[in-house]
């Protein structure tokens, strides 16, 4: 069992920048990913790496702006979002998967309680 708690949303400009953060509570040798949500529609895949912290997928919405590195020595994975926009307001959510970590939820296994990131125009 694998618990999991984001941090480092917040309100912030558009164009500016935030830095995610989801804490597992012990070292782990899962691949992660960063899904989003906003009310009223489906959870949507943002991006994933491997428990090595190599990228996998990236959402074409979010290619070149965000991207994930991770610390081991924190047992924590980032979400680095840059030039971000009103579209990109939304819960995010961190997982983990020993299995494949692609773009669908049923990939993942744990789930963290997320944190709210609003961007204003």
């Known amino acids: 069992q694998v618990q999991l708690v984001e941090s480092g949303g917040g309100l912030v400009q558009a164009g500016g920048s935030l830095r995610l953060s989801c804490e597992a509570s012990?070292?782990?040798?899962?691949?992660m990913g960063w899904f989003r949500r906003v009310p009223g529609k489906e959870r949507e895949f943002v991006a994933s790496?491997?428990?090595?912290?190599?990228?996998?997928e990236t959402a074409d919405s979010v290619k070149g702006r965000f991207s994930m590195s991770r610390d081991h020595n924190k047992n924590t994975v980032y979400l680095e979002m840059n030039m971000l926009t009103s579209d990109d307001t939304a819960i995010y959510y961190c997982a983990a998967t020993s299995g494949t970590a692609g773009w669908a939820l049923r990939d993942y296994v744990y789930w963290g309680q997320g944190t709210q990131v609003t961007v204003s125009s």
């Open positions: 012990s070292r782990t040798f899962y691949n």
């Open positions: 790496c491997t428990w090595n912290g190599d990228p996998l």
